[in-house]
């Protein structure tokens, strides 16, 4: 396990992401994430990256290393902030929110932060589907992407929007075995979520 | 870890040591006196050569099994079709790779694979302008360029052979060394700059259309940082700049064509702007996602303008639209509304404007126009992988 850690570690920091290391997530009762903007019942041994996350409105949970899993949560997300942390002059920004976005908004918001932050050559949407989340009439995007690695990836992404705040749960994971076996226990959390 | 251990060797042995990349230029090298250094079925002799070549040859069996590379047998066949323009012969020596990338680039490797960038393809305008990158990169080959810089970095110290590895913050440990590194490096750059010109007006090309790419691009660049509120600034002024001299680049290029030009007056030239536009017209919806999904609106914005030179279309109106729909500012949606509306006025606009369009019109409150709209993109694509979120949004509305 350590060695997985390690290996998470070492991966996420060439990724631009600062980890300064994980902490085993309970898994019983309700857990704040997000900076407390959602609550959910884990299903399954997850690890919390400690990060500069902290300041960001992203927070992710992985079972075997980033580059091989991952869960993300962004929580009450204002009219015209992003879902990434970014800056006013970058040269690519992701779309930033609002109240306003049609599915298709919020789609290409979640594809445009694949290509721009997680270097995606290859992005393919591969489902777009009304579902509840989070008590909200939402969407289910799905989609898979290849990057600079060249490993294939999947990816569930939950959107809702509540109180003119977006709320999303992300899985991704290795299109190879590790999003399929993610898959029951990130559908179970999404289920269990709610709004604080 | 064979993932990044491809990554780590692709970057390496093709980008930062070989210089066989779109890269830095120096001094202007006149078009003369530059022959070819590999002749048809060139294999390397000495030590240095050989061990070069092996590890460019693990690279390409990498690269020919990579998810990025782009199937695409027409395409491959016509870019073969240009190098045969190019080289005669000496073209059957070359693979070529396309491969899924938005970013402006293309390289040769000295064992002869020619890889390709998406990003390339979709910001040339006519076939001599692709045909003069292909031109530099062959001068790199044919001038063995990166067996020169292998050796040269050799002779330096084992450190800075170790930093150079590892990009320019290693490079930082040895300024000196890296100067002079770079310095080598552009000044291939130039050579190969100079006999891509050559081989462009063998092949009845306009010589002046490697000049037009780099006027291409710092207007990108300027429409880029327009739109961020920042002054453009040529980052040759950098002596690690990684990237192109631009202007000083532009200005050698247009001088040395113009010379060229001199000498053969008669000369025919011919930029195949027709063949260009039916070799990439199946690829344009693919090339266009990938710059605007991209969300850099002075680029995408410029690009779109540009190939609209001879009007526009649907698709192009339709990537206007999305440009504007992601860049969401003030008076956007308007924008994007009404190029959705000039998109699916027109006879080829992709099933997707119409879904931009409806989407636009409900959410400006014209909701019967809308509603006709999304229904229309149903027709269009009925199996569309978002049919049940329209559906629903149609019977919300």
């Known amino acids: 396990m350590r060695a997985v850690i390690v290996l998470a570690v070492a991966a996420t920091a060439l990724s631009g992401c600062e980890v300064s290391g994980y902490a085993l997530v309970p898994t019983t009762g309700a857990v704040p994430v997000a900076n407390g903007a959602m609550t959910i019942h884990p299903a399954g041994a997850w690890n919390k990256a400690q990060s500069a996350a902290v300041r960001s409105p992203e927070e992710f949970w992985t079972q075997n290393g980033p580059v091989l899993d991952r869960v993300y949560f962004v929580g009450a997300v204002k009219d015209g902030d992003a879902i990434v942390k970014q800056r006013p002059n970058d040269e690519r920004k992701v779309p930033v929110f609002h109240p306003t976005m049609t599915p298709q908004d919020l789609t290409s918001m979640v594809e445009s932060a694949y290509r721009i932050r997680r270097g995606a050559k290859v992005f393919e949407t591969t489902g777009v589907k009304p579902v509840t989340f989070l008590g909200q009439q939402g969407v289910q995007f799905d989609f898979n992407y290849m990057g600079d690695d060249d490993v294939r990836r999947r990816g569930r992404s939950m959107l809702a929007v509540a109180g003119e705040k977006l709320y999303m749960m992300t899985l991704e994971g290795t299109a190879l075995h590790y999003f399929d076996a993610a898959l029951p226990e990130f559908d179970a959390m999404a289920a269990s979520a709610s709004i604080h | 870890m064979q993932a990044s251990r491809r990554e780590f060797v692709g970057r390496t042995l093709c980008g930062c040591l070989l210089g066989s990349l779109w890269q830095p230029a120096a001094a202007r090298v006149l ?118 810089n292998w050796r040269d970095i050799k002779h330096k110290t084992a450190a800075m052979s170790v930093a150079a590895m590892f990009g320019v913050a290693g490079l930082a440990v040895n300024m000196g060394l890296a100067m002079s590194l770079f310095s080598f490096s552009r000044e291939l750059e130039s050579e190969a700059d100079a006999y891509g010109l050559q081989l462009l007006k063998g092949a009845n090309y306009p010589p ?160 019967e126009e809308g509603r006709r709209a999304l229904t229309r993109y149903l027709e269009l694509a009925p199996h569309a992988v978002d049919a049940d979120m329209v559906r629903f949004s149609l019977n919300q509305h």
């Open chain 2, 31 to 148: 078009a003369t006196d530059l022959t070819p250094l590999v002749s048809s079925g060139y294999r390397p002799t000495d030590a240095d050569e050989r061990g070069l070549w092996q590890a460019c040859d693990r690279l390409e069996q990498q690269v020919a099994s990579s998810g990025l590379l782009l199937s695409d047998a027409a395409l491959k066949s016509y870019i073969r079709g240009v190098l045969e323009r190019l080289l005669d012969g000496q073209a059957t020596d070359l693979r070529i790779y396309p491969i899924r990338n938005p970013e402006f680039n293309a390289s040769m490797t000295p064992n002869g694979m020619l890889m390709v960038h998406t990003g390339l393809l979709v910001r040339m305008r006519n076939e001599a302008q692709f045909a003069a990158v292909l031109g530099h990169e062959s001068g790199h080959y044919l001038r063995r360029h990166s067996v020169k």
């Open chain 2, 208 to 367: 002046g259309a490697a000049g037009e790419i780099w006027a291409q691009l710092i207007g990108e660049r300027k429409a880029s940082a327009r739109e961020r509120n920042k002054l453009y600034k040529d980052r040759s002024t950098s002596a690690l700049s990684t990237h192109p001299p631009t202007e000083e680049r532009m200005r050698d290029l247009t001088e040395t064509a113009a010379a060229l030009a001199k000498e053969s007056a008669a000369a025919h030239y011919d930029a195949r702007r027709e063949a260009w536009l039916a070799a990439v017209a199946p690829l344009r919806p693919m090339l266009l996602e990938e710059q605007v999904k991209l969300n850099e609106p002075g680029a995408s914005l410029y690009l779109l303008e540009s190939l609209a030179q001879d009007g526009w279309d649907g698709l192009l109106r339709y990537y206007e639209g999305e440009t504007y729909r992601l860049r969401a500012a003030t008076g956007d949606s308007e924008r994007a509304a009404q190029a959705y509306a000039a998109a699916v006025a027109a006879p080829d606009a992709p099933p997707e404007a119409f879904r931009a369009h409806g989407y636009a019109l409900l959410r400006g409150g014209n909701g």
